[in-house]
T-cell receptor, first 115, second 114 residues
Framework: NAGVMQNPRHLVRRRGQEARLRCSPMKGHSHVYWYRQLPEEGLKFMVYLQKENIIDESGMPKERFSAEFPKEGPSILRIQQVVRGDSAAYFC?????????????FGSGTRLTVV | KQEVTQIPAALSVPEGENLVLNCSFTDSAIYNLQWFRQDPGKGLTSLLLIQSSQREQTSGRLNASLDKSSGRSTLYIAASQPGDSATYLCAVPLLMDSNYQLIWGAGTKLIIKP
């Protein structure tokens, strides 16, 4: 079991470009969470997805950000028209269940730099 | 609204010393509290998860305590080693209707000097 796989590890985009971040959950995990870590800050919840459904996107900016978790393939976090303030580490986590006792398994993150 | 604070933001100690990292939370009605380790440029590793009914959890040289009434948790690291250098994060779950999300502290960056 390879764990939660995120790619790319590092991503550099110019202002106005699109960023696509991918997350493959652990085998058998159907719950995916995305968190963002701004420099010198704690992680902040963005979105929670199950296969083909967005369950909770309360932490995601209303504009330019979108997420999906298709029936086949990885979960994608898409940021359109990136700005410097989007520079951060984006972490994906997966879980087999949604009760806190079981915890998440985190990926290594994607570090987005907008230049 | 739950807020999680970690003090100090950074700590540097000589190798071999015992040390304590602090985590405080504003709403004592927590389900559990989890400590993570984050190495530079890498992901998050879960260290200890302490349930609300527990007072402490131990794993090797690590011991986490929880005092819900005072809204505090500590992570005790015994006989520190250079390999313990990392950022340590604490988090508590915020239960939503159909899932939960983690509320995080900003972390304590720990440097163990050889």
């Amino acid at each position: 079991n390879a764990g939660v796989m995120q790619n790319p590890r590092h991503l550099v985009r110019r202002r106005g470009q699109e960023a696509r971040l991918r997350c493959s959950p652990m085998k058998g995990h159907s719950h995916v969470y995305w968190y963002r870590q701004l420099p010198e800050e704690g992680l902040k919840f963005m979105v929670y997805l199950q296969k083909e459904n967005i369950i909770d996107e309360s932490g995601m900016p209303k504009e330019r950000f979108s997420a999906e978790f298709p029936k086949e393939g990885p979960s994608i976090l898409r940021i359109q028209q990136v700005v410097r303030g989007d520079s951060a580490a984006y972490f994906c986590a997966s879980a087999a269940r949604t009760t806190p006792n079981y915890g998440y398994t985190f990926g290594s993150g994607t570090r987005l730099t907008v230049v | 609204k739950q807020e999680v604070t970690q003090i100090p933001a950074a700590l540097s100690v000589p190798e071999g010393e015992n040390l304590v990292l602090n985590c405080s939370f504003t709403d004592s009605a927590i389900y559990n509290l989890q400590w993570f380790r984050q190495d530079p440029g890498k992901g998050l590793t879960s260290l200890l998860l302490i349930q609300s009914s527990q007072r402490e959890q131990t794993s090797g040289r690590l011991n986490a305590s929880l005092d819900k009434s005072s809204g505090r948790s500590t992570l005790y690291i015994a006989a520190s080693q250079p390999g313990d250098s990392a950022t340590y994060l604490c988090a508590v779950p915020l239960l939503m209707d159909s899932n939960y999300q983690l509320i995080w502290g900003a972390g304590t960056k720990l440097i163990i000097k050889p």
